[in-house]
């Protein structure tokens, strides 16, 4: 069983930071972290459609792909678990990485992890290889890496629609950015209104990433459009790095609005949203809504690797 929606309307807070008032812009942030109870943020939006469609095409498994850390891995696990599917991961990395939290919680709602080599992994999306997986492994819906494919663009899309419905109105929407199809969705949805800002969660990759994003949307609309952007310089040092700033900035926050970020995603699309604030990006008078994707199963594996817990623990 399916269930189609968890919250009934989006759930949106304001945030009265000083560098917003003074740029005469309202600042908003949408909790769709709060949306499902067990599949935050984007992990629904994503996995829904797909679940549907593996669900009609008579799939029992679904077989994906992860780093050691992946929330998409966690999520696809307890997706199997809530919707009663076998899951696999095919991780990036070494057996001994199954003991941190993010692989342990996947082993423990039943997900059969495969550890293989990075050149390995570079294979991810040639479907030989995905033959082979499923050919030694067994039947099952391949669901990409980060969960980002057609379906779950359009899942993201629903974000934008689900905010229309509500009579929510907004200039900008803002999101954190790592395979780009989050941000994919809210511009398909946008439809060419306002404007969509990705805030990258990664170093490098840039043009590749627009080109992507930019497919993904065509895919989703049979459209172009160029009323978004993706930002690269809020990257902290790349992917899932140690900043002290950016954890100075996550506590700061925790303490101003009591609402955790997580410093793979959300703590850089936060910081990056005030930073472009700041610096005038968005006009006086502007709505820009900032829309937190979950990922606060991250701080588990963060914790671990750098010893610096969420500042809910302080
Ligand atoms: C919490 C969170 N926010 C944002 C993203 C970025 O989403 P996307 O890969 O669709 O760009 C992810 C990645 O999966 C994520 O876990």
Redesign the pocket.
């Known amino acids: 069983m399916l269930p189609a929606e968890f919250a009934a309307a989006p759930l949106l807070t304001d945030l009265p930071e000083p560098v917003a008032a003074q740029r005469g812009v309202r600042l908003r942030l949408l909790r769709d972290d709060l949306h499902h109870p067990a599949l ?4 629904w939006r ?1 996995l829904q459609p797909n679940l549907r469609e593996a669900r009609r095409q008579g799939h029992t498994t679904l077989l994906t792909f992860g780093g050691a850390y992946s ?2 891995l966690a999520a696809v696990a307890a997706a199997g678990v809530l919707y009663d599917f076998q899951t696999v991961g095919i991780v990036r990395g070494e057996p001994a990485a199954a003991r941190n939290s993010t692989l342990a919680r996947c082993a423990a709602a039943g997900m059969q992890l495969h550890f293989v080599s990075r050149e390995q992994y570079r294979r991810r999306s040639e479907p030989d290889w995905q033959a082979e997986l499923l050919a030694r492994l067994g039947p099952a819906y391949l669901l990409p890496e ?3 494919n057609g379906l ?1 663009v359009q899942g ?1 899309a629903e974000i934008v629609r689900e905010l229309a419905a509500a009579h929510q109105s907004y200039d900008a929407l803002t ?11 809210l511009v398909a949805g946008a439809g060419g209104h306002g404007r969509v800002v ?1 805030i990258s ?1 990664l170093k490098g990759h840039a043009p590749g990433l627009r080109a992507e994003v930019a497919a993904l949307v065509h895919e989703a609309t049979g459209q172009s459009f160029d009323n978004w952007e993706l930002r690269t310089e809020f990257h902290f040092g790349g992917y899932a790095r140690y900043s002290a700033p950016l954890l100075a900035f996550i506590g700061q926050f925790y303490q101003r609005h009591g609402i955790l970020l ?1 410093p ?3 703590g850089k ?1 936060l910081y990056g949203t005030l930073a472009l604030i700041e610096q005038g990006y968005f006009a006086a008078g502007s709505t820009v809504l900032a829309v937190h ?3 606060l199963q ?1 701080w588990a594996g963060f914790t671990e690797r750098f010893g610096a817990p969420p500042p809910t623990s302080h």
């Not at 999101?175 to 969705?185: D, F, I, M, Y």
């Open positions: 935050p943020g984007n992990k994503k929330n998409h980060g969960g980002t779950a993201c999101v954190a950015c790592g395979s780009g199809g989050t941000l994919a969705g990705g969660a997580d793979v995603y959300t699309l994707t979950g990922g991250g």
